[in-house]
């Protein structure tokens, strides 16, 4: 199936055929990240979240193909949606990206959001090495105890010499 036959799927009302073709199109690979990209602005929060589900589908499949300053600076502008479900998405597609994308979850430290302070907590947590640190030094004085847990965890971890993936 061609992308521009699977674009219009991304806003299906069925959350499995959005699940199915938002793997699709990483299946397909990098290009479809500029219409992704692209839709990450759209007004439909469901085609906004799925695309960004999609680029962490990319991301999956294609290490480092989400590296561009362009496709960074558009998940991190996500994470400031209005719609959480969107928030969350981006968070996931950054994660995928590992250490080159910590400068971009910072970006949403300061949320009033606790869902998405919890989710970059176990994110940054994930992705591991020093470059995390300072990040979940902020995350450990939140107000909200389980997100300071969760930073507590990963800093943990860190300090025990835990093995973590896409430090870089």
């Not at 199109?25 to 589900?53: F, M, W």
């Not at 962490?56 to 949606?81: F, M, N, T």
């Not at 910072?106 to 591991?128: C, M, N, R, V, Y």
Request: hydrophobic fraction near 50%.
């Amino acid at each position: 199936m061609l992308l521009e036959e699977l674009l219009p799927l991304l806003e299906d009302p069925d959350v499995a055929t959005r699940r199915r073709t938002a793997q699709a199109i990483g299946d397909l690979g990098v290009t479809a990240i500029p219409a992704l990209v692209e839709r990450l602005s759209y007004p439909n929060e469901t085609l906004r979240a799925t695309s960004a589900k999609a680029l962490a589908a990319i991301g999956r499949r294609y290490p480092g193909s989400l590296e561009d300053e362009g496709v960074l600076s558009a998940l991190a502008c996500a994470l400031g949606d209005d719609d959480p479900i969107v928030r969350l998405s981006a968070v996931g597609a950054l994660g995928i990206i590992g250490g080159k994308a910590v400068p971009w979850l910072e970006q949403g430290l300061s949320s009033e959001d606790f869902a998405l302070k919890f989710t970059l907590a176990s994110t940054l947590g994930s992705i591991g090495g020093a470059t995390v640190i300072p990040a979940l030094n902020i995350l450990l004085a939140d107000s909200d105890p389980s997100v300071a847990g969760v930073a507590r965890s990963a800093l943990a971890v860190i300090a025990a010499g835990g093995a973590h993936h896409h430090v870089t």
